[in-house]
Nanobody, 119 residues
Framework: QVQLVESGGGLVQAGGSLRLSCAASGSISSVILMSWYRQAPGKQREVVAL???????NYADFVEGRFTISSDNAKNTVYLQMNSLKPEDTAVYYC?????????????WGQGTQVTVSS
């Protein structure tokens, strides 16, 4: 029904920057919210940031002002600009969206993109 395609991950040195993107496609009536989660090896998946269709944003405490989530509603795409990256930011980053379909509301996960921050 709905597919999420992520891109932008990679290897970066501490203090560097990356921009992740996630494009949603399929039978989407409207997007309710788009968000980013991450999961490090041996750790639980945790929310990083989210943005609603109205543009309201929320961030995890560990972001500490370093990341910015944004969206392009016309493209059904969400971005995560990550600056001042730290080794502890190393994880697989997942896009997660809640969308309204024709007769229901459903959640979808992206395939994940690896972010590795070296010291």
């Amino acid at each position: 029904q709905v597919q999420l395609v992520e891109s932008g991950g990679g290897l970066v040195q501490a203090g560097g920057s990356l921009r992740l993107s996630c494009a949603a496609s399929g039978s989407i009536s409207s997007v309710i919210l788009m968000s980013w989660y991450r999961q490090a090896p041996g750790k639980q998946r945790e929310v990083v940031a989210l943005i609603t269709s109205g543009g309201r944003t929320n961030y995890a405490d560990f972001v500490e002002g370093r990341f910015t989530i944004s969206s392009d509603n016309a493209k059904n795409t969400v971005y995560l600009q990550m600056n001042s990256l730290k080794p502890e930011d190393t994880a697989v980053y997942y896009c997660y969206v809640r969308v309204k379909l024709a007769v229901s509301i459903k959640d979808y996960w992206g395939q994940g993109t690896q972010v590795t921050v070296s010291s």
